[in-house]
């Protein structure tokens, strides 16, 4: 299974630095995953929801480690691009 599309929504906020939907195999889409700056730098999480008890529950997530780096490196990449675009068009 391969991530064949990243698309990101940016935000410039203290902890919440933008939403990503990602596509694996042209085929099937997970949205609303958020990139947060916490206390060791960036990491992705999954889409949630809130629950009676006021607890979050993912909605997806992926099952082994493997694949969470594999979601975790690709959107990383592909925000630290677009950032990256972002910073250098606003200097130009």
Known sequence: MQITEVKLTIRNEERLKG?????????FVIRGLK????SRG????MPSKRRSDGSFQDIAHPINA????LIE???LEAY???AGSQ???AST
Request: a negative charge; proline letters at 0%; charged letters at 15%.
């Open 19 to 27: 939403f990503a939907n990602i596509t694996f195999d042209n085929a």
């Open 35 to 38: 990139i947060i700056s916490g």
């Open 42 to 45: 960036l990491f992705v999480s």
């Open 66 to 69: 493997e694949m969470r780096k």
């Open 73 to 75: 490196s690709t959107v």
């Open 80 to 82: 630290n691009n677009e």
């Open 87 to 89: 910073q250098s068009q």
